[in-house]
């Protein structure tokens, strides 16, 4: 074993302890740490990976601008601890269902033989070059709309959390 696999053992293991921690842990703020944890640990291995590009945005994108409102969101829910701690039989059900789901879209996968990836002329390179001329160019409009609605949302967390509207 060289030091590539051991980072992503170790990064591959704390990832799946993070996700566990978000999805088991009892305060909202701390789901949400959890979470920016998971997008700093998925960031090394798409530099393990050599997709330093990908790994910039991960921290950027997600671990930034993205868990910013969210914690926003979760600050202005005030969630009380009475609150967190109902028990609702209707999510249990429906959260086995999707693992029901999930296992089986995984049996599926892994039915099929594994297929060597061959490198051909038409492989894309993922440089930057690569990355920005589409999201300037075709996607555009798309890219400043979605400006445009997170400066609204920012704008709204704002307004909506002050106590006192004159």
């Not at 999201?135 to 400006?147: C, D, H, N, Q, S």
């Given at each position: 074993m060289n030091v590539h696999d051991?980072?992503?053992?170790?990064?591959?293991?704390?990832?799946?302890?993070?996700?566990?921690?978000?999805?088991?842990?009892?305060?909202?703020?701390t789901s949400a740490m959890f979470l920016?944890?998971?997008?700093?640990?998925?960031?090394?291995?798409?530099?393990?990976?050599?997709?330093?590009?990908?790994?910039?945005?991960?921290?950027?994108?997600?671990?930034?601008?993205?868990?910013?409102?969210f914690l926003f969101v979760i600050m202005l829910l005030n969630?009380?601890?009475s609150e967190r701690r109902k028990f609702n039989v209707l999510a249990v059900i429906g959260g086995l269902g999707v693992a029901v789901a999930f296992v089986w879209?995984?049996?599926?996968?892994?039915?099929?033989?594994?297929?060597?990836?061959?490198?051909?002329a038409g492989e894309f390179q993922g440089g930057l070059q690569d990355v920005v001329r589409p999201?300037?160019?075709?996607?555009?409009?798309?890219?400043?709309?979605?400006?445009l609605l997170l400066l609204v949302s920012m704008i709204g967390v704002v307004l909506l959390s002050k106590k006192d509207l004159r």
């Open positions: 051991i980072l992503f053992w170790v990064f591959s293991i704390v990832m799946l302890a993070c996700g566990a921690l978000v999805i088991f842990s009892r305060n909202p703020v920016i944890l998971l997008f700093f640990f998925m960031a090394g291995l798409f530099v393990l990976l050599e997709a330093f590009f990908l790994a910039a945005i991960q921290v950027l994108v997600y671990a930034g601008a993205v868990m910013v409102l969630i009380k601890a879209e995984l049996a599926v996968v892994l039915r099929r033989p594994v297929q060597s990836l061959t490198t051909g999201l300037f160019t075709k996607y555009m409009l798309p890219f400043e709309v979605t400006a």
